[in-house]
């Protein structure tokens, strides 16, 4: 737009590089520290943090991270593995304490009289400056590395800072929204876990039925759908592997054609359940989609979605230790791990009264999930036309 500036980042901002601590500075507590796994798109991880000692921390003071330094990797993948990976992901630190900055991840610290962290944050995280990255990024070693230097030359287009701040407005308006739809749906899961244990395993009746996992459900392994290619570009639908189930479905997805059986359709809110590699459990949130091998589609016409979506999930931790200890590069169970795992069956009258909790909860789970699904469709579809001035926002005091 005529009326934004064009402008090198390193004209509004520092590049602050991490300090590279030794794995025995690292202690069970202390200062944590922010490494590169910490850091993911839009989001910093704080539970898998490392710790160094005080003394250390206050010898380090200069690698501490201020409130809205915006944090970018400096290492990862190009377009393999999930953009959780890829070099150059950003993330707006807002987290209050101390916290120091390790190797691999530096601090871009913006000039606020020049322009909002905020929006720098945002239009840093959009598709073309994450593909500039990448495209930039020296490989060295298997791993794609971009520099201060590149980061500082990156020219942007700058709006005033009124812009920026309806702008800002805007996106982070919507990212509340999808944010607290989260917190709710933890708070749905925590509890509908919570009463599963109080009545299932605390307070079972001796008189239950008990029967194997497999026996109350149908686990359906997907398809090796590289043999389904589609047709076409209209007759398709994404495949639904793990990484997809773990990040939603991406521009990296693979496609299988649309007329594979209805069986192997996941529609959003199927239960999912992968039982190799990453052994995990997850009412479906995206796209309809094609099921891969790998992955189990769970349905039953004899009970309810709560019921075999709960004992599934409290039989997960021990499928996992049985996934750790195959001798293999890729841990995964076997179907007769399904037959080995017992489920307590209460009394018709007593499941339709625990349906009454259950079902409402589960159902609210899904409404958000399908709502986090809408409003990140419609702040990913507007951010490049805000952050390109396709479409103007003037903030309104």
């Known amino acids: 737009m005529s009326d934004w500036q064009n402008v090198a980042l390193g004209e509004i901002l520092d590049v602050h590089n991490g300090f590279a601590f030794k794995s025995k500075d690292f202690l069970e507590q202390g200062v944590p520290v922010i490494k590169i796994k910490n850091v993911k798109p839009n989001t910093i991880l704080l539970d898998t943090l490392s710790y160094v000692s005080e003394e250390l921390a206050s010898q380090k003071s200069r690698y501490l991270i201020k409130p809205d330094d915006i944090l970018i990797t400096m290492s990862g993948n190009r377009f393999d593995g999930s953009p959780e990976t890829w070099v150059g992901k950003v993330a707006l630190f807002k987290i209050k304490g101390t916290y120091l900055l390790n190797q ?151 496609w299988a054609t649309n007329t594979v059986s209805e069986e192997y359709i996941v529609e959003n809110g199927d239960v999912i359940f992968s039982w190799s590699g990453s052994l995990m459990v997850k009412i479906w949130d995206g796209a309809t989609c094609v099921l891969n091998q790998h992955l189990f589609k769970v349905t039953s016409e004899e009970f309810p979605k709560w019921f075999y979506y709960l004992w599934t999930i409290h039989h997960l931790e021990k499928f996992i230790a ?76």
């Open 104 to 254: 691999r991840v530096s601090c871009l610290r913006v000039d606020r009289k020049l322009a909002l962290p905020e929006f720098i944050a945002y239009l840093l995280s959009s598709w073309h400056y994450q593909v500039y990255f990448i495209n930039h990024a020296n490989s060295s070693g298997g791993q794609a590395n971009i520099s201060p230097t590149i980061v500082q030359e990156v020219e942007i287009d700058l709006p005033s800072l009124e812009e920026q701040e309806g702008i800002t407005a805007v996106l982070s308006s919507l990212d509340d929204k999808i944010d607290l739809l989260h917190r709710q749906n933890k708070t749905l899961e925590a509890l509908a876990q919570t009463l599963f244990r109080h009545w299932f395993i605390d307070g079972a009746e001796d008189d239950w039925e008990e029967r194997p996992l497999d026996e109350i459900a149908v686990y359906l392994n997907g398809l090796a759908c590289q043999k389904y290619p589609p047709e076409n570009e209209s007759d398709r639908l994404p495949v639904l592997k793990i990484k997809e189930l773990r990040n939603g479905i991406s521009d990296q997805s693979d």
């Open 322 to 397: 049985i996934a750790a200890s195959k001798a293999t590069t890729m841990g995964h169970i076997k179907r007769g791990d399904l037959s080995n795992s017992m489920v307590l069956i209460p009394t018709e009258q007593e499941l339709d009264e625990m349906s009454r909790t259950f079902a409402p909860l589960l159902d609210k789970l899904i409404l958000n999930n399908r709502q986090i699904t809408k409003l990140t469709s419609l702040r990913d579809t507007l951010l490049p036309k805000l952050m390109s001035g396709e479409v103007r926002v003037r903030h309104q005091n």
